[in-house]
Nanobody, 124 residues
Framework: QVQLVESGGGLVQAGGSLRLSCAAS????????MGWFRQAPGKEREFVAS????????SYADSVKGRFTISRDNLKNTVYLQMNSLKPEDTAVYYC?????????????????WGQGTQVTVSS
């Protein structure tokens, strides 16, 4: 199965930046697109951004649009989430996930494989 390894989480001041990485073990029929989700304490896991491996089609949640950028390196099977102008409300555990279709989806149920999650904490 597809294995996802995340890195890049940490503590940052408001207004600062972080770059998250997610390395996938394979990019096959089981992994056509990648998504980033986040979950804050007491809240449900929410969609952040997604990208397709082939065309690089991106999608963003309104809350991060203009501040976050998702990208991919197909040679490394790695997806990145560049987070700029971070706010305390961005504090959450961030997860990367993979799905087998290129259709846009913001729901976690459509993603079959998930990373372990990485903590992002933004101080005020």
């Amino acid at each position: 199965q597809v294995q996802l390894v995340e890195s890049g989480g940490g503590l940052v001041q408001a207004g600062g930046s972080l770059r998250l990485s997610c390395a996938a073990s394979e990019r096959t029929a089981a992994n056509r697109a990648m998504g980033w989700f986040r979950q804050a304490p007491g809240k449900e896991r929410e969609f952040v951004a997604s990208i397709t491996w082939s065309a690089g089609t991106t999608s963003y949640a309104d809350s991060v649009k203009g501040r976050f950028t998702i990208s991919r390196d197909n040679l490394k099977n790695t997806v990145y989430l560049q987070m700029n102008s971070l706010k305390p409300e961005d504090t959450a555990v961030y997860y990367c996930a993979a799905k087998s279709t290129v259709f846009v989806s913001t729901t976690r149920e459509t993603y079959k494989y998930w990373g372990q999650g990485t903590q992002v904490t933004v101080s005020s």
